[in-house]
């Protein structure tokens, strides 16, 4: 008959050895991270013409250098530039306009539209842009990507490999101000990033993400162009799904590109943390379930709770810690960032973990102010608020 004395020391075990399996995984990420290369090309011997579609929405902090980013590029092809919005009072106006004046020659639009429809808000804005496209090769990229100068040359000439369909890039962490923008870092630094390196080294990860997504302009009318993807909330995922499903394949170069991080609150950095979790376990339930091995402190600190803090927990808890530090300065090497946030490393640790929790209970997130139900298929629903 089961005790509830057998019960706690099952259930302390238990968590001491996912504890152990997960400073295996912290150690065995770090040497990934170590050896990180992506689908480096040489340059490229054409240079078509670019399109770079920027969605905006509000002016967070260092938006202006972000975008400047993409304009200020060292390619010697054309390129267009068009800046997204859909309300007339939206700040971000006055930043491009900004950047336009600053840049006389350049070939960079503000497009003002109406909402094109569709419940994704980035995707539909995304959509008012696509009648002013130009050229051949077509990048959406989020507002909050920052870009080295030859950003381009890179993109173009993965592009131009056989067999490519589509382009993106790996990015991290770049705190603009206060204490929860550099959380908000470490979530993606510490935890995204090691997570997709060890998925793409185990050939189980396919992603596509927003920081970059490169195609050239057949490509994206052969998947039914942008509003095929109005209804999802992991737009960037599903048009890599779409072109992999066309028979060609989503190179990712050896390009780590700059998010801003621009949390300001615990209510910011938990509202788009939950919408990410909850994004990342309908995109991947399975993976998502196994990312539990990620989490090796929380265990440590159960299994030393549940053990009566001896010395087999405490030791535990000693080497999570230890690990994920390993993992932490690891990244930052290969990163070739130094913020001196490693002593924040287990209260990060600890968020992540609630966050993984959260992720899986409930099924609404908030995004630009308005709040989504995700269905089990990724498409998204919006949610009419009652009336008061």
């Not at 402190?297 to 087999?312: C, E, Q």
């Not at 810690?321 to 090497?333: K, N, T």
């Not at 959260?358 to 009336?387: N, Q």
């Amino acid at each position: 008959m089961l005790t509830a004395q057998t019960f706690t020391l099952g259930l302390g075990v238990g968590s001491l050895a996912l504890a152990a399996a997960g400073c295996l995984y912290a150690l065995g990420a770090a040497a990934i991270a170590r050896r990180f290369a992506g689908d480096e090309s040489p340059p490229p011997l054409a240079f078509p013409g670019v399109t770079i579609l920027k969605p905006l929405h509000g002016a967070d902090p260092g938006l202006y250098d972000d975008l400047a980013s993409f304009c200020d590029q060292d390619y010697r092809g054309p390129v267009q530039v068009l800046f997204g919005v859909e309300d007339p009072t939206d700040a971000a106006i006055a930043i491009v306009d900004r950047l336009i004046a600053a840049r006389p020659g350049r070939d960079l639009e503000l497009v003002m539209h109406a909402h094109a429809g569709g419940p994704n808000p980035k995707i539909a804005n995304v959509v008012g842009l696509q009648r002013h496209i130009r050229h051949d090769v077509v990048i959406l990229a989020d507002a909050d990507i920052a870009v080295v100068p030859d950003y381009l040359s890179r993109i173009v000439a993965a592009l131009g490999r056989p067999g490519v369909g589509a382009v993106t890039c790996l990015y991290r962490g770049a705190p603009r101000d206060g204490a929860w923008a550099q959380l908000a870092s470490m979530g993606i630094d510490y935890h995204f990033l090691p997570n997709v390196l060890v998925g793409l080294q185990l050939g189980m990860a396919r992603p596509c993400f927003g920081s970059t997504i490169a195609l050239r302009h057949e490509t994206l009318a052969g998947i039914g162009g942008f509003e095929a993807f109005a209804g999802y909330i992991a737009d960037d995922y599903a048009i890599g799904e779409a072109v992999r499903a066309a028979g060609m394949k989503v190179a990712i170069p050896s390009l780590v590109l700059a998010h801003s991080c621009t949390e300001r609150s615990a209510v910011e950095l938990l509202r788009h943390e939950l919408r990410w979790v909850r994004t990342l376990r309908t995109v991947a339930p399975a993976g998502y379930a196994g990312m539990v091995i990620t989490h090796p402190l929380p265990f440590a600190l159960l299994g030393a709770w549940l053990s009566g803090f001896g010395i087999p927990g405490m030791a535990s808890v000693a080497a999570a810690i230890a690990c994920r530090l390993v993992l932490q300065l690891q990244v930052d090497h290969t990163l070739r960032v130094s913020m001196g946030r490693w002593w924040l490393g287990p209260a990060r640790d600890l968020l992540a973990c609630a966050m993984y929790v959260a992720g899986f209970f409930g099924d609404v997130v908030s995004w630009r102010g308005r709040r989504y139900k995700v269905r089990a298929d990724g498409t998204l629903v919006p949610v009419v608020e009652p009336k008061t």
